[in-house]
DNA sequence: GGTTTAATGTAGCCAAGGCAACACTTCGCG
DNA sequence: CGCGAAGTGTTGCCTTGGCTACATTAAACC
């Protein structure tokens, strides 16, 4: 109940106000779209890997009941990221795999931006499956360019 | 259904199944905690900066109707976060001011850090708004410890 | 002091994303 | 070929986090 932390910060300015409420609906919006985008990446990598998608592995893999992974299913379906019919398994649209593909390399890219940073292994795969879903285009190529730099032996 | 797994590609090795299950518990429940972090962050800051934080200025901080802002508070009483009485304002616990000096720290450091990588600055806002929530603290610590470096002179 | 205006609160609706319980297909194996 | 196990699908329930519409309270201004 004390802000007492009043330590002389360099006092961020005041806020403005449409523009805050602006990045905070992205940033919802960016939340709403990280479940299908888990969704989609799993799905093409079980396809690429086993040649199919079952949504019972789909569903193992996220940690999820299978029942809570078929209705997800029918959502990607009905938003024409996914087509299946029943007992046949998961597949993806043109648009699926599009996204798939996008989130694959930003998993990717971010993976080895946070071990680049020197953050442990375990923690970078974590913090990356949330991260990747906020990471925008330019702060995507931010990330390459340090690893790129940072291949290219530090120096600069 | 085909394994064929065993052809060495270079391309990221399969995934243990329990590990990434609970990778992805894990970024769901960061998603879950975010609107409740973003909630105090913004109580605290209007705390900090107004003297009071009622709740129509919470809801157009966040670009939400009020009645959602009430909602949610209602839900940050419920889990101990913080106080109000109708027609007051609305408080933090120090559960609640914890939890907001937390998160302030945290959006400074992610802010200071995309900026320091060369994120264009209103990019940089609005990424931060969606990764801090998902930055654990080895990473925090990671970013902190490369503006340490940058400050000392990027040659390191 | 009464009236208008702004803020607050309440109610009811919706979609998403969880779950458990139950029913139905498929498929592998004896 | 049949049967049982494993996978699939359905149903109904819960919580969150949005919304609108309406009711109520507090504050501001004659």
């Known amino acids: 109940?004390?802000?007492?932390?009043?330590?002389?910060?360099?006092e961020t300015s005041a806020p403005a106000p449409e523009e805050e409420a602006a990045r905070?609906?992205?940033?919802?919006?960016?939340?709403?779209?990280?479940?299908?985008?888990d969704y989609v990446?799993?799905?093409?990598?079980?396809l690429e890997r086993?040649?199919?998608?079952?949504?019972?592995?789909?569903?193992?893999?996220?940690?999820?009941?299978h029942a809570t992974a078929i209705k997800t299913i029918a959502r990607l379906k009905?938003?024409?990221?996914?087509r299946a019919r029943?007992?046949?398994g998961?597949?993806?649209?043109?648009r699926g795999w599009d996204m798939a593909r996008k989130m694959k390399a930003r998993h990717q890219t971010v993976v080895a931006f946070l071990l680049a940073l020197g953050v442990p292994a375990e923690v970078a795969e974590v913090?990356?499956?949330?991260?990747?879903?906020?990471?925008?285009?330019?702060?995507?190529?931010?990330?390459?360019?340090?690893?790129?730099?940072?291949a290219r032996g530090d120096g600069r």
């Open 1 to 10: 109940m004390t802000p007492q932390d009043d330590t002389a910060l360099p």
């Open 24 to 37: 905070h609906a992205s940033a919802r919006s960016a939340r709403a779209s990280a479940l299908t985008e």
């Open 41 to 46: 990446e799993i799905i093409a990598d079980l």
């Open 50 to 65: 086993e040649g199919e998608a079952r949504p019972t592995d789909i569903a193992r893999r996220l940690g999820v009941a």
């Open 78 to 82: 009905r938003d024409g990221l996914a």
């Open 86 to 88: 029943p007992y046949r």
């Open 90 to 94: 998961v597949f993806l649209t043109d």
């Open 127 to 150: 913090d990356a499956e949330g991260i990747e879903h906020h990471v925008s285009d330019a702060t995507l190529a931010a990330f390459e360019r340090f690893l790129a730099q940072a």
